[in-house]
């Protein structure tokens, strides 16, 4: 009599497509079905697991990746194999995992910026926040962003976050970050800065800022720097008030906005200017270098649908900047052989299971978690029930998944099959040597880590061993 899958003898076997939050969650999710047999690959593009937790998450933040030690047990369990260094689409295809494994998992998040869409937008020095949070952090993709710093003004347009983030590091004392686990690229640059104000743009009021309480609280107590407000861009209308009443962060940050404009001396050598009802409409340039950003007041009207939009009034300004970085959110690229919604610019699927766009019809073992499902919004910490919910599905999904005739496939032939095709795969054990080496670089300087930013430099290290 043939066992269900996932009993002892017929283990279910499990592909994640990404070592970000998302993908984590969703093994520790998994791991903790009991009643279920099962074993766990991890694929990841970098050598180093954990996402955004690594790339994303602001330097002077460190609270929040301390989430990285239960991603690490995660990774740690003798259920879970972890392989870095191996791109989906190049070193493994779609139809290769859907022959070795009864599940896929699509942890991709979102990998790309949305663009303003404006005259000027590709002129040098100006970046999607993407790019420039992934070089302070020290992203590979993004080491030898060409940034250039040497502007006294810089302005973020976005309204989240990411952007009070940017703001943030760019007017932070390079002797503050210096004892973070900033990239040393970043950090040499931001000491030889010459910025001076931070200029940041939302295209709606300040009740529909997607920023949180804690973190515009920081901006006011950054030492030496000065947090603006213009008292008029804290005037409500009839809907904004209404809004108010039923959001309790727009309500706390009013308040925090109103103590900054309430503030009459400005003693910082650097500050931060919020702005709000503003959006950029031209990048100016001159010989090739931005020399301003022109931008129009915003009105909030109620459209067809109820919801609140922001419209032009007509009435225009120009705002004298040498940099210019957008933070107005990031979008899913489509992956190979997998289902797509551009309208959504996520993974096309029906609560993480991925679905055929055109039928609606279920893509038998496919799953997707975390931005690739939702869209870019949320903390790290909402990736978890977010993943446990698509966990449930997988699990509910058991029983059709039955009839398949691939329930023995051996554990060592996806190892064969990247030594084949030459692919210097990393392991969990191999991850740990390069862990411990930035640990240990760091703890010289007093320090979380020294990261290590290039791709060659990990694995030379690795291969170095411990």
Do not use: C
Not at 26 to 42: E, G, H, P, Q, Y
Not at 83 to 92: I, K, Q, W
Not at 434 to 455: F, H, I
């Amino acid at each position: 009599m043939t066992e269900r899958l996932g009993a002892a003898d017929r283990p279910l076997q499990i592909a994640i497509i990404g070592a970000g939050p998302a993908g984590l969650y969703a093994a520790d999710s998994l791991l903790r079905k009991r009643d279920i047999s099962l074993t766990i690959d991890v694929f990841n593009r970098f050598p180093t697991p954990f996402g955004l937790v690594r790339d994303g998450v602001a330097p002077d933040h460190q609270s929040i990746k301390a989430v990285a030690r239960i991603f690490d047990k995660v990774l740690a369990d003798p259920r879970v194999r972890y392989f870095g260094n191996v791109t989906y689409g190049v070193d493994l295809h779609h139809r290769e995992l859907k022959r070795r494994y009864h599940q896929l998992v699509y942890a991709v998040g979102a990998q790309a910026d949305r663009r303003m869409s404006i005259p000027g937008e590709d002129l040098p020095n100006s970046h999607p926040a993407i790019s420039f949070v992934g070089w302070y952090n020290g992203h590979p993709d993004y080491r030898d962003l060409p940034a250039d710093l040497s502007v006294e003004r810089a302005v973020v347009v976005g309204n989240g976050n990411v952007a009070m983030d940017v703001a943030r590091i760019l007017v932070t004392s390079p002797d503050e970050l210096a004892r973070t686990d900033i990239a040393d690229h970043a950090l040499e640059r931001l000491r030889q800065s010459r910025i001076r104000e931070v200029v940041v743009l939302g295209r709606r009021g300040p009740v529909q800022a997607s920023f949180t309480t804690p973190e515009l609280r920081e901006l006011g107590r950054l030492q030496g720097v000065d947090a603006i407000v213009d008292p008029r861009d804290l005037e409500l209308d009839a809907v904004s008030q209404a809004e108010m009443a039923e959001d309790r962060t727009a309500t706390a940050n009013l308040r925090l906005l109103h103590e900054y404009a309430a503030r009459t001396r400005h003693p910082g050598a650097r500050r931060i200017l919020l702005r709000f009802l503003t959006s950029p409409v031209e990048i100016i340039g001159t010989d090739g270098l931005i020399t301003a950003l022109k931008v129009e007041r915003n009105e909030l009207v109620v459209d067809a649908n109820g919801a609140l939009r922001s419209r032009g009034t007509g009435e225009f300004d120009t705002i004298a900047a040498g940099l210019v970085l957008r933070s107005i959110g990031y979008r899913t690229v489509p992956i190979e052989g997998v289902p797509f919604d551009p309208a959504t610019s996520t993974i096309n699927n029906i609560a993480g299971q991925v679905v055929h766009p055109n039928t609606g019809e279920v893509v038998r073992g496919e799953y997707v978690v975390g931005w690739a499902k939702r869209g870019p919004t949320g903390l790290i910490g909402n990736n978890k029930p977010d993943s446990a919910a698509t966990v449930e599905a997988m699990v509910a999904d058991l029983p059709l998944l039955q009839g398949r005739r691939d329930g023995h496939r051996h554990p060592s032939a996806i190892e064969a099959l990247l030594r084949e095709r030459g692919v210097d795969y990393v392991t969990y054990p191999d991850w740990q040597v390069l862990d411990a080496y930035e640990v240990a670089a760091g703890r010289a300087e007093g320090r979380p880590r020294v990261k290590v930013t290039t791709v060659p430099e990990m694995m030379a290290i690795i291969r170095r061993g411990p």
